[in-house]
Structure formats: structure tokens, C-alpha cells
């Protein structure tokens, strides 16, 4: 169970009259470091949110190990939100709240209602959310309102708090869009250090080539909604790119203002 | 860009936009047009209305009273029940011995003969409102999530809780408390349900509209992490929400103790009887005596709770 992996078959999500996924089958080893691109409106965040369950296949289904992800409900739904953690665009952090607390929401699912209510958690949980801030450098704001760190910081809260989930998959959904080239690649490190330390698997949907390029060893590329490329980076060459997404929707990539590496290549 | 320089001075661009710019005035001036008539209409429909109400509750009424030398002719009845309103106020004013200081003391005893009786039924008008602030308090809290359209679990949920807020708020406090003293008896337990539950019903809708403003992305977090509906709520919502609550609160507090004050009318405990009793007895001085007692200490209480309202924004704004 522990070293099961991750499937999709034919998933597939409409929103009225737009496909967003489109038949996606995609089987993802345990411990591999996934990138997702595409451009806007591809579907790589519905992507997401479908393995998540944050909502709901038209057609088709997830699977990890032998558990079908998409016939949960109830507790079993909250336990693999838990197990699958995920991490946003805009940090989604309770902003009003200190950066420990934040923490520790990760580990609400599954807990007893008048102890989540009241925010009492134990000695251990606190050490949890202790240890993993420290992993990310943020021991000193543990106090501090998630409203008044930096974007950077905060999305490192994030992850923290996606830690303390003892996930066994981490989904990230354009973790760096909103952050500067700095704070991205901080960001962009802390995914690797976890996959590489802690075996997860990570799946992360990115707006730039050479970031996917750099992090990732496997990178799927989706254009309305359906698979159009899956393969290593080297293999997604800029001609290959070029074939998928037309010239300009090469540009578009490289041009992406948040990038992890300044790109001095010019595709021309 | 090309094409402009290409084109010369007779250009079809220039003569395109000239044209554009004539059809803008078209429309403009209909717009106009259109935005006096709506006005005009909608004037003479106010006054219409205005008119047609005034007339209706009796504003153009005229009545006969007794003038100077005791005959009697008509008046408009506006000036007419302003001459009555002196001599309320004349009636309500005690005889009070300016003369020495111990006559003075004297007469204010005489007038305010009833003090402590007075004050004891004020703080219970007081401890009513309270208890029924924090009965609306806890009860609207708990309504305004699944009455909050963003936030309610399911559709049915959502109307059940909105018409029963609906419902308690629209009833008016005298009503409900007519209800509850023919259930309970007359008493200050009637005088808190009444007063609780209207508030419950005001302080929900209140607070569902500022769950309905609260930014849904940081529920979307405790969600993802497996938080169940109640987490989302608790995590995610409420502490976007708790400075408003405290505000609509502590005015509500506010208007509870006037409210409070008026249900005593049916017997619904606090100050209220010796009000109505006095108005009854025709014991003007009685009545101007409470209403003294009752302005300074509403003052009090408004003044008091607007420094801790403010005082609690302050230190919203500075963390
Ligand atoms: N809740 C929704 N309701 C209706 N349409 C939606 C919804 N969510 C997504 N869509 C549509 O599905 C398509 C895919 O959206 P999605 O957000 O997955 O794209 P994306 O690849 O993440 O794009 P971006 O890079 O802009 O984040 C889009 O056409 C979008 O308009
Ligand atoms: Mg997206």
C-alpha cells in the first residue's frame, strides 16, 4: 500500500458545454516527480482537483493501489484528501491565523469534533507542525499571522502544512506562478527535497518549460484537456513543443515571468 | 500600423472614425434622453404616492378645539396637536423648590420618589437584554453558516435556515412576547426569549451576509486537507468574520435594552410596567422621571460599547 501507485483511467470532467479533462489514463509511479504543462485553460488544475477530490469525474476513475479514489465518501474521502496533499496557486492559507495553526489544519481530517472546534491540539501534533517549519527554514514566524509573511513564505507554510498531512502524493497546482524568481526556486527546492527525502510523489502543474525541465522526470503536457505528450524531459525537445503547441504557444512558455532559471536561450 | 501610413490623408480609417464618433453622440444624447423621462416619470409617481399617503393617515385632517375665550373652531390638526404636546410637557415638568438647597434636594426626592425601585427594574430591562444577546449571539452564529449562500451545505439546508431567521426577525418583539408569557407566565423569562429571539433572527442575517463576502480560497485549504464541513467553517471561515461579529453584537446589545424596555408594556418584566403603569395613572412627574433615568443610562451603555467597538477595530487594524 505504502509503495502504491497512482492511476487514472480515461478521467474525464465537463463543465457544460467545455471538455476540461478529457479521457486522461496516466499511470504514476511511486516516488516520481511529475510536471504538468499546458497553457491556460488546458485543464491541468481540474487534473488536480479531480485525483483530489475536490470535485467530482464525469467519467472515468482514479485509483491508488487497490482503493478506487472516486467511489470515497465521508471519512474515507477526508483520509485521502488527506493522504493526497495539495498545494495552491494562491496559498490558500487562513490569512487571520498564525502560521502554526495553519500548520496544524493539516492534520484536521479524521479528528474529534469538539477538539477540532476548540483548536486544541496535542504535544505531539505541535511538535509535528514544529518540525516540519523547520524543514522549511520558518521556525522564527511559527507565531506570526500567515497574512503578514511573504508570498514566498507563505507558500512554504503551505507545504509545511501539506507535510504534517503525512501525505503519500503532493499535488502541486502552479506553486510558483504568483512568486519572484527567488522565492520560486525555494519553492521548486522544497518539492524536490521532499520527494527525494521522503519518496513522495509529486505532481505539479507548471506554466514554464525550463522549470518542468529542471525539476521534473517526467513531464506531461495537456492542451484542451487531453494528454499530448508524455515523456522525459529530454524528449520534449523544443521541436517537439513546437509540433504540439505551434510556435507561439512555445513563446508563450518562455516568455512565462515566473521562471526558476533566467533563461538567456532565445528560441527564435 | 502599416496601413495608416499607407493609406494618406483621405483615409477610410479617418472617415470610419469620424463616423463612430457621430453615432456616440447619437446614442449619447438618447441615453439622455431616456435618463430624464425615467426621472420625470419617477418623480411624479413620488409625489403622487406621497400626497396620496399623507392624505390617507390624516395629515390634511382638521379638527375642532377650544381656543382662548373658550369657544371652539377648526385647526389643521399639525398645529392643533402641538398646542396638546405643551401641555403634556407642561404636566410631565415637577414643581421644583429653587429656593434654598435643602428645599431643592427636597423636591428632586419628591420627584424622584421611586429611584430605587426604578433602578432595580432598569438593570433587570438590562439583564433581559443581556441574557437575550447572548442567546441571539450563539443561535445566529450557529444559523449563519448554512444561511450563508456560499457556505451552506445544500439547498435545503440553506432555505429551512434562511425562512426561520426570516421568520423569528419579521415577528416583532411585543408579539413574541405576548406568545411566551401565555406560555410561560408572565416574567423576565418571557422578556428574554422575545428579545433573544428577534435578535437571533437580525444577528444571523447579519452575520450570513458577512459570511457571503468572506474570500472562499482559505476553506478551499482546510478542504484539501481533508477538514470536514465544520473544520472548513471553523478554520476557514470564522476567523475572517469574528470582527464583524463583534461589532454587530455589541450593537445589538444597543438595541436589545431599548427593546428590553418597551416588552415590560405587556408584562414581560423590566421597567416597561412602571412605564405603562405611570402613563396609565396619568402620573406625568412619574413618567418624566423614568424617562430621565432611562436616556442616561442608555447614553451610558451606547457610549461605553462604541469605545469597546472602536477599541476592537483598533486592534484589528494594528496585528
Ligand atoms: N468550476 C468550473 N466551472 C466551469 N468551467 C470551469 C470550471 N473550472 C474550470 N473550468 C473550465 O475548464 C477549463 C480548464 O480549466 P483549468 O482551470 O483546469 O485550466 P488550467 O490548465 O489550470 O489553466 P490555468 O493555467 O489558467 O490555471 C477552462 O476552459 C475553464 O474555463
Ligand atoms: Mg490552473
Known sequence: MEHASLRLENLTRVFGQTTAVDRVSLDIAPGQFVGVIGRSGAGKSTLLRLINRLIDPTDGKVTFGDTDVTTLKGRALREWRR???MIFQQFNLVERLDVLTNVLVGRLAGRGFLSSMAMQFSDEERTMAIQALDRLDLVP???????????????????????????????????????????????MEALRTINKEDGLTVLV??????????????????RAGRVMFDGTAVQ???????????????????????????????TA | MASITEAGPSSPLLAQAESSIDAFEREFAQARRRSRRVWLIGTVVFLALFFLTTWFSGFFDVRMVT??????????????GFSLLDDFVVKMLPTLDFSSWPGFWASMDDWFWGLEKWLGLLLESILIAYMATIFGIFFGFCLSFPASRNLAPNNFVYHVTRRFLEISRTVPELVWALIFIFMFGPGPMAGVLAVGLHAQGALGKLYSEANENISMRPLEGVKAAGGSWFDQVRYGAVPQVIPN?????????????????IIGFVGAGGIG?????????????DLSAIFIIFLVTIGIIDWGS??????????????
Open chain 1, 236 to 266: 520534449l525537445t523544443d521541436d517537439v513543443v513546437r509540433d504540439i503547441y505551434g510556435s507561439e504557444g512555445l513563446e508563450e512558455f518562455n516568455e512565462a515571468v515566473t521562471s526558476t532559471a533566467a533563461r538567456v536561450r532565445e
Open chain 1, 205 to 222: 502543474n507548471l506554466h514554464t518549460l525550463d522549470t518542468a525541465r529542471e525539476y521534473c522526470d517526467r513531464i506531461v503536457a495537456m
Open chain 1, 83 to 85: 493522504d493526497c496533499a
Open chain 1, 141 to 187: 514566524q511559527a507565531l506570526q499571522r500567515a497574512g503578514t509573511l511573504s508570498g514566498g513564505q507563505q507558500q512554504r507554510v503551505a507545504i509545511a502544512r501539506a507535510l504534517v498531512q503525512n501525505p503519500r502524493i503532493m499535488l502541486a497546482d502552479e506553486p510558483i506562478a504568483s512568486l519572484d524568481p527567488g522565492n520560486a526556486t525555494r519553492v
Open chain 2, 67 to 80: 381656543l382662548e375665550d373658550g369657544s371652539r373652531a377648526p385647526r389643521w390638526v399639525i398645529p392643533a
Open chain 2, 273 to 285: 410596567k412602571e412605564f405603562y403603569t405611570a402613563l396609565q395613572l396619568q402620573e406625568y412627574t
Open chain 2, 306 to 319: 462604541e469605545k469597546l467597538r472602536h477599541r476592537i477595530i483598533g486592534l484589528e487594524g494594528r496585528t
Open chain 2, 245 to 261: 461579529i463583534i461589532s454587530y453584537s455589541l450593537l445589538r446589545f444597543e438595541i436589545n435594552v431599548r427593546a428590553s424596555s
